[in-house]
Structure formats: C-alpha cells, structure tokens
C-alpha cells in the first residue's frame, strides 16, 4: 500500500489486513490518507470465520499450514499460534469498494490466492492489471502452484505479462514465489 501510495499519490486504496496487530498499524500509517480504506478481514471464497496461522514472522502468516519446506528454507517462520479471523470474498465486499476503472487488483494470501480468484471473479473479471503471487513449489500445505493461478486468470479474460519480486531459495537458489503481472486481453479488432 505504501509503494502504490508513492508510485500513484491520487489512486484510492482498498487494502485487506486480517492480522488485527498488523491492521493497526496499516491505519496508522494511513490514518490522514482520506483516498485509503482497511478491512481487518482475510479474503477467501467464502464468507466464514476461520483459524489462521499467525506465524512469528508476519509475512509468512496465513490461512493455510505453512508446509515443511517453508520451514527448512526460512527457519525464523518456524513458529505460529492459531488465531479466529473473519474471511470475506471480494465479490461480497464488492458495494463498498467502490471501484472506479480502470484499477488494478494486487493479490498476497500466501497460498489461499485461489479462494481469493474464486471468491472475486466479478470485482477481477473488472480490473485491468493483476498482481498475484505465484508459488513454484508448495510453502503452504494445500495450496495450488502456478499453473493453477496461471488458468484460473487466463479463464477470467488475462494474459501472463512476467514477473517481479521472486523469492529464492537460500539451500538452492531454486525461484520458489513470484509475483506474477496478469493484464487484461483486449478483444480483437
């Protein structure tokens, strides 16, 4: 939020913070920022309340299991307690978003992108650019890998434009997460 923020100073911002510590410091940092709105919901497929993994190391928190290999790559991520947290979908959430096109939907769920896509294909099916981490191998037990993510978009009407900010590996150097730069087809003229 805060690079958008400083890449494109007049954009509204809707940002989703399920961690209510993490939340609270996201309207903090906003809190004269009158173009910028905060949930303090996880978004899913589904409207539920759920148990998620807050793990040591906030940015591998998550609604999924962080899975073994999560943990022999990045040993501080160890350690998470289980906390209730509501999920809401996108598309449920649509109303009060107000989205004006064109805009760009950037999505961070830490292996839960494809209940995001599911519970969002109206609000994505609208956007022009998506931003969405792609993981190569699995960090979060269930979690689907890039071709999955990489259909679920194609099927919504967007086309695979590379990738920004890969996570390597620190045993192998192996690209374990990306995220993945979608834009909107445009019909044929």
Same mark, same amino acid.
């Given at each position: 939020?805060? #690079?958008?923020?400083?890449? $494109?100073? &007049?954009?509204a911002?809707?940002?989703?913070?399920?961690?209510?510590?993490?939340?609270a410091? $996201?309207?903090?940092?906003?809190?004269?920022?009158?173009t910028f709105?905060?949930?303090?919901?996880?978004? +899913?497929?589904?409207?539920?309340?759920?148990?998620? @993994?807050? @793990?040591? /190391?906030?940015?591998?928190?998550?609604?999924?299991?962080i899975?073994?290999?999560?943990?022999?790559? /990045?040993?501080?991520?160890?350690?998470?307690?289980?906390?209730?947290? %509501?999920?809401?979908? $996108?598309?449920?959430?649509?109303?009060?978003?107000?989205?004006?096109?064109?805009?760009?939907?950037?999505?961070?769920? &830490?292996?839960?992108?494809?209940k995001?896509?599911?519970?969002? &294909?109206?609000? #994505?099916? +609208?956007?022009?650019?998506?931003?969405?981490?792609?993981?190569?191998?699995? $960090?979060?037990?269930? &979690?689907?890998? /890039?071709?999955?993510?990489?259909?679920?978009?194609?099927? *919504?009407?967007?086309?695979?434009?590379?990738?920004?900010?890969? *996570? *390597?590996? %620190?045993?192998?150097?192996?690209?374990?997460?990306?995220?993945?730069? /979608?834009?909107?087809?445009?019909? *044929?003229?």
């Amino acid at each position: 939020a805060l #690079l958008i923020r400083k890449l $494109l100073p &007049q954009v509204a911002i809707c940002s989703f913070e399920p961690i209510p510590a993490c939340y609270a410091k $996201l309207v903090k940092k906003f809190n004269n920022d009158m173009t910028f709105k905060a949930f303090n919901v996880a978004i +899913g497929d589904k409207a539920e309340t759920i148990e998620m @993994n807050i @793990n040591d /190391f906030s940015p591998s928190s998550s609604l999924l299991e962080i899975d073994e290999l999560h943990v022999q790559n /990045f040993k501080h991520t160890v350690n998470s307690v289980r906390q209730q947290i %509501p999920v809401k979908t $996108l598309d449920g959430l649509r109303a009060e978003l107000d989205l004006v096109k064109p805009y760009m939907v950037k999505i961070d769920t &830490q292996g839960y992108e494809d209940k995001v896509i599911k519970g969002g &294909q109206e609000v #994505l099916a +609208g956007a022009e650019v998506i931003f969405v981490e792609l993981s190569y191998r699995t $960090l979060y037990k269930e &979690q689907v890998l /890039f071709d999955d993510i990489y259909n679920d978009l194609v099927r *919504l009407g967007f086309q695979y434009h590379g990738n920004s900010e890969e *996570l *390597l590996s %620190p045993i192998n150097g192996a690209v374990l997460q990306s995220d993945g730069i /979608f834009i909107k087809r445009q019909p *044929l003229k």
